[in-house]
């Protein structure tokens, strides 16, 4: 796991496996934003390659997930730099 992680964002995949709800993976895709910005993607696919690194198949489910709606989201946010009409 990489030194430089965020706490909460640890604290929410930790926390989060099994029985996890789209309400969560969606609130964990925001907070991973929050934090890193255009860089989540790369954060939560880093989280997940370590995951299945470790052989917990569920947490790296659960990341899958999570990075699939970072994604989604980054896709609907506005370019940088520009204004709402």
Known sequence: ??????P????????????TSERDVWAGANLLIENYGHDAPLFAAMRADDWLAR?????????KRILTAVDE????????????C
């Open 1 to 6: 796991m990489n030194d430089d992680t965020d």
């Open 8 to 19: 909460e964002a640890e604290e929410f995949f930790a926390d989060t496996v099994g029985e």
């Open 73 to 84: 989201l980054l896709m609907m946010a506005p370019p940088a730099g520009t204004r709402p």
């Open 55 to 63: 052989g917990d198949i569920a947490q790296y489910r659960l990341s």
